[in-house]
């Protein structure tokens, strides 16, 4: 078993002994034996870890609908995944969503800190102690200014490198006759939704950057397209429910892609864990391929083909600029004038993530449209890294915008668990 595989394994153990000791406290005092067994089986899943990494500390993140320990997702089993999403809606009433073990864990700090669950739990209050010995309990917050900037970043990071596992998984799973489950993909859609609302510029500059290689590999466009592609959808008006299938066809198209469209609806058949989801996920599939093949197919079909080609000229084998984008869209077959009108509006003319030309810095990356989308703010572009966020007011008109940026989002691969 690889090292990544043993933490996930660890990780699942030490997150269900979490919740099973936190739920005793639903209906126990600290006191009682049933929660002293539950807080003692905790402790010796805590210190298995630390007898062999004393120095180390597990940090686990419960997101609404993805877990992490270490930035590393978890695959939560489906029986054990409405109990770990209740413990986190309840620990994200009091104001936690991240929690931090190190070697100096007892038996006494983990009561301390399930006697702080329980006042909250049972009185409805905010956690107000938030260290313990061996423990901290703070906050996860990427919907909201401030330091939850650099907690956006990280989950957006952390989606992006587990759809990318994810897909590669997907495609060899198929090769291989298995009918994966679709689970995961819908957990991550759902979670990607609400960070598209409210962080729509990181998952930009993250879809926007280069690859260090010379070209973006298949699964590394497909999960940049699948990102743009539900924050196009956003911006079009769809409901979640729609957003869901649009991201969805957009993850299953690493498997049809090619295929005729009247045998996409027996192909995916098999796929029975898209559940309500299925009838659209295939129509906007069947779709697709009605425009690729420059038939006439719906708007959905049209924005998915039309953000594909975005996304492929981004990261085609050398930088392009804004012009480029423009003219490969404008020149995408089966799409209507008022499809591509739209991806260029929710495009734009100084997209963020590109890099521009100051007259007074010089090449900055293009950060953000301000805070109310009224004003151009950037970064400075130096050796050693970015500088601070600053207000950019002077765009030499006469410089290309580029899709050059390179920011070093690195990560640690995660693995979506999608056998059958």
Known sequence: MTQKAELRKYGNRLVNDLQVYLRSMHTHDANNAIVIR??????????????????????????????????????????????????????????????????GVTTESLSGFGAAFFDCFHYRKTMETRAFDGIQALELDYSVTGTAERDAHQVVVWLFSGLLDGLEGLVDLVKEGHTPTMVPFMRHMRLLIDLNMERGNVVRHLCFARQQEAESTRPHTLACRTFLVVQMGQRSGLDRSELMALGLASVLDSVTAGTEPSRIIPMLAPYTSLSDLAPSVMMNLHELELVRRGRTGSRKGQILHAVETLVQTIHSATPVTLTDVQSAINATEGVDPEVKEFVLSWLGDTPVGTIVTSGSMG??????????????????????????????????????????????????????????
Request: aromatic share 8%; hydrophobic share 40%.
């Open 38 to 103: 539950a807080r003692d089986a905790l402790y010796v899943t805590l210190t298995e870890h630390f007898e062999d990494e004393p120095q180390s500390t597990l940090q686990i993140q419960l997101l609404p609908e993805e877990t992490f320990i270490n930035s590393t997702l978890l695959p939560i089993a489906m029986q054990d995944f409405g109990r770990v999403k209740d413990l986190t809606k309840q620990l994200a009433t009091m104001g936690v969503g991240e929690l931090i073990f190190d070697a």
């Open 363 to 420: 090449d900055v990356l293009l950060f953000d449209h301000g805070a109310k989308g009224d004003s151009l703010r950037c970064r400075e572009i130096h050796s050693s890294g970015l500088s601070e966020v600053k207000p950019l007011d002077d765009i030499d008109p006469s410089a290309p915008v580029r899709f050059e940026s390179r920011i070093d989002f690195e990560y640690e691969p995660i693995v979506i668990d999608i056998d059958d």
